[in-house]
C-alpha cells in the first residue's frame, strides 16, 4: 500500500502492477505522480506541463 503524498489517500498501488517512469493519479486530490522506483514503490510529484513520452510520440506521428 502506498499513500498519496499530497493528501495520504491510499492509492491502492502494487509494486508488481507499474513501471518505472509510469504515471499514476490520486483519486482523491487528482495529482499525477510518476513511479520513481518499484521496490520500494516510490513516487515523485509530476511537474505542470509535463508530457508523457508516449504522448509526445503519438502527437508527432499525427497528422501533419
Request: hydrophobic share 25%; proline share 5%.
Amino acid at each position: 500500500m502506498v499513500l498519496c503524498p499530497e493528501c495520504e489517500t491510499d492509492l491502492d498501488v502494487e509494486e508488481d502492477e507499474v513501471d518505472e517512469g509510469e504515471i499514476v493519479s490520486c483519486p482523491e486530490c487528482g495529482t499525477d505522480f510518476e513511479v520513481v522506483t518499484t521496490s520500494p514503490l516510490e513516487l515523485k510529484a509530476v511537474e505542470e506541463g509535463y508530457v508523457d513520452e508516449e504522448e509526445e510520440v503519438e502527437s508527432e506521428d499525427g497528422d501533419e
